[in-house]
Each structure stands twice: as structure tokens, then as C-alpha cells.
């Protein structure tokens, strides 16, 4: 079992919809992140909180807007989205403030953009 | 070159057989090392951390060697279950700055 939950599981929108996906944690974890992995490759770094501030964004397109509503919420806004946007969004923790922490993923939201 | 490079395989491998991946690094100043496994249509789990000194769970063995650069992972007494891709997972300045390999496929044979 996973101790960071996301959801939904699936999701299919179209390109005008707008939609969010959540993502919860309890392990007092104060560092979050949004992935995004399409098939065959690895996860590729989108946003990161920390100690709940946007501390990085890898150049990530505007219909994508993160937002980290308290230490244990991290949700991912989504609007206007192409159909390449389409991918498994995973969101992670790790304890923060030093190096020997990995990365804790949740499950996993499978994106449909039609 | 890219920074953390992975052969992404597949390596095809009898039960009971050991196997043994390697991963290089190119930032010398990298500090935590990782391997995960995923499986298909899966997230990314944390297999385990990589020490200085070597580290060891059950079946599994992990490595750092520093001074070149790279990071290996040994499985012996191959299981079915153990057939997931395994990625190399290598962080630098902090927690923040993640870099993840392409990953190595394995796939256990009867």
C-alpha cells in the first residue's frame, strides 16, 4: 500500500475541460513533487513545493498549474491540455531539508487528453 | 552525455541466474543514490538506497563507486517476480535536483 494517495486513478478529458488531480500525504513529508511519464521513458520532473513554495518549475507549459494548499495537499490544475499531454502523472514526497531522503510515489493518474 | 545513463536491455535471464546492472553518473558532485523498480503500468518504488560502503537486502546487493562514477545493483537467484524495469536514481545539490535513468528492463524466464 502506498502512503501517498492520488487521485483520480484515470481520468480522460477533452482539450477545453478543465480538471485537477490531487494528491495526499501524512508522513510529514515537507517536500512534494509532480511528475509526468509517458510510455517507456522515465518520470520527468514538472514542479516542486517545498516546505509548501514552489521551488522549482521545469519549464512546465501554463495549462499546468500547480498548487500546494497545505504540507499534505499537493494538487495539479489542468486546463486547455493537447492530446501529447497524455501520459501517467505521478505525484512524490521525500522528507526534505537533507539529502538521504528518496522519493515516496503515489499510484499514479493515467491522463487521456481527446 | 547525458547525466545518468542506464542500458536499458532487455536483459532476458533463467530463474535462479544472477544478474547485475550498471549505472553511470556524470556529475561528480552527486550525493544520494537510488534504485526503484517499476512495473509495468505502475509508479516507481524504492528498492533501495546505494551507501559508500555497499549495502545488502536479502537477493539483492547495491554498490557506489565514487571514483568512477557508477552505481550497480546485483540480483542473485533470479525470481519471476523480480522481471520490472529498475531505475537508477541519482539526486545532487539537496533533495530537489532528482535525475532519473531510462531504466533497465528485466524480464525472468522460466
Known amino acids: 500500500d502506498t502512503e501517498v494517495t492520488q487521485t483520480p486513478k484515470h481520468l480522460v478529458m477533452g482539450m477545453t475541460n478543465k480538471k485537477s488531480l490531487k494528491c495526499e500525504q501524512h508522513?510529514?513529508?515537507?517536500?512534494m513533487y509532480w511528475y509526468k511519464q509517458k510510455a517507456k521513458k522515465p518520470p520527468e520532473l514538472m514542479f516542486v513545493?517545498?516546505?509548501?513554495?514552489?521551488?522549482i518549475n521545469e519549464s512546465v507549459p501554463s495549462r499546468f498549474s500547480p498548487e500546494c494548499p497545505n504540507s499534505s495537499l499537493l494538487n495539479l490544475h489542468l486546463h486547455a491540455l493537447q492530446p501529447e499531454d497524455s501520459a501517467l502523472y505521478l505525484c512524490?514526497?521525500?522528507?526534505?531539508?537533507?539529502?538521504?531522503?528518496?522519493?515516496?510515489f503515489g499510484n499514479g493518474t493515467r491522463l487521456t487528453v481527446t | 552525455r547525458k547525466e545518468v545513463e542506464q542500458d536499458p536491455g532487455p536483459f532476458n535471464v533463467p530463474e535462479g541466474a544472477t544478474v547485475a546492472f550498471n549505472c553511470t553518473y556524470s556529475?561528480?558532485?552527486?550525493?544520494?543514490f537510488f534504485w526503484y523498480r517499476q512495473d509495468c503500468r505502475k509508479e516507481p518504488k524504492l528498492l533501495m538506497s546505494?551507501?559508500?560502503s555497499g549495502n545488502e537486502d536479502g537477493r539483492f546487493t547495491a554498490q557506489l563507486n565514487r571514483a568512477s562514477q557508477y552505481i550497480s545493483l546485483l540480483i542473485r537467484d533470479s525470481k519471476l517476480s523480480d522481471s520490472a524495469t529498475y531505475l537508477c536514481?541519482?539526486?545532487?545539490?539537496?533533495?530537489?535536483?532528482?535525475?532519473f535513468g531510462i531504466g533497465t528492463k528485466l524480464q525472468v524466464i522460466p
Open positions: 512524490a514526497s521525500s522528507q526534505g531539508g537533507g539529502d538521504w531522503s528518496p522519493l515516496h
Open positions: 508522513m510529514g513529508h515537507r517536500a
Open positions: 513545493y517545498s516546505y509548501e513554495k514552489l521551488s
Open positions: 556529475n561528480s558532485a552527486s550525493q544520494s
Open positions: 546505494v551507501y559508500s
Open positions: 536514481v541519482v539526486t545532487s545539490g539537496g533533495y530537489q535536483k532528482v535525475t
